[in-house]
């Protein structure tokens, strides 16, 4: 099997399976007993936090843990709209849903939600942001990197206008951790969201970057761990983990992003020059560097997935969160796709384990299967396939 579903999850490094390991036979204290076992597992607890905030360049008190991604862009957006008197939250039609979804029960609790368009390419208009803070404006919240196309926002832009009229910002930099550097305080970030098990740690750890002296409302409630912000008993070797998997990631950074950057090039400029009526979506120039998506014309994306994977090439129409619902991707759409653009949409995410010889695989493979479908395609005519 050839892998390229690397924006959708990762295969765990070794490294950070041998850290997790200790934490499930011998080490499995709960961290607030104040016996050795407990801060065995407290001090793993901060060796792991001190690892996060290192990657991001924030400090190790401002990193809360959570459950993931999700988890941290709920506990960003419902912790400060929900104690703000200020009732106005601006966001972008191309987040994930982990965003989006909030964003729908905020408007059901009353909040005006404003959702920024953006151009062919997923820029959002920053112009319209800059006219859309109001008095009224509490939070902003715009993902660092797109998980379909891959299109890198001008955070710093974002987050300088943001200071100016003094609302908060937030940004989903899930795609984009591990991949380009991030410095919150040279950026100007007053909270970002990060998951593990997208650069190579566990499913179910991730981190919400809190700036010092940012006011949340607690998420949930309990035992009052996490400074109260998060109760309930911590995750102990994910969280050894996924702080492994940011030290890696933190070491490796430009090693990782050139080799990534590499596979994707090559496996894109042989798609570009030997498959007929492609185009390559997002914005070229300014891409994460794992990410290449394409519309095959008259090719159903779908189909095209089944077929890889009988061919044993895992890829992804997009988002793997909404190929269960069915929906046409709202990314594509907001990017003004038709429908037939959007139908023959495959999105390929190559990650640390992959190699050249696969993507030339993966090349033959996807030319045989392109025509193969292309062959019985109701566009057959229009296209003279
Ligand atoms: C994967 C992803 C999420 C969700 O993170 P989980 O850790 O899987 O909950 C949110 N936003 C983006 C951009 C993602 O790629």
Redesign the pocket.
Known sequence: MIYLDN???TQVHEDVLKEMLPYFKEQYGNPSSIHRYGRLASKAIETARKRIAELINANQNEILLT???????NTALFGVMRQNKASQLITSHI?????LEPCKQLEKEGFNVVYLPVDSYGMIDIEKLKRSITKETALVSI?F???EVGTIQPIKEIAQICKQHNVLFHT?A??AVGKIPIDVNEIGIDML?I????INGP????ALYIKNGTNLDPFILGGGQENGMRSGTENVANIAGFGKACCLAKENLDKNAAHMKNLRDHLTSRIVSEISHVSVNGNVENKTPNNTHFTFLGVNGEDLIIKLDEYGVAASTG???SVKTQKASHVLMAMGFSHEQITGSLRMTVGLYNTIPEMDQTVDILKKVVQELRSVSPFKAKYGF
Request: hydrophobic share 25%; net charge negative.
């Open positions: 924006a959708a999850s459950s993931g991604g999700t988890e941290s862009n987040e994930h849903d982990a965003i993902m990197a797109n998980n989903d899930i795609q969201s998951s593990s098990h997208k499913k179910g750890i991730g988002s793997a969160c």
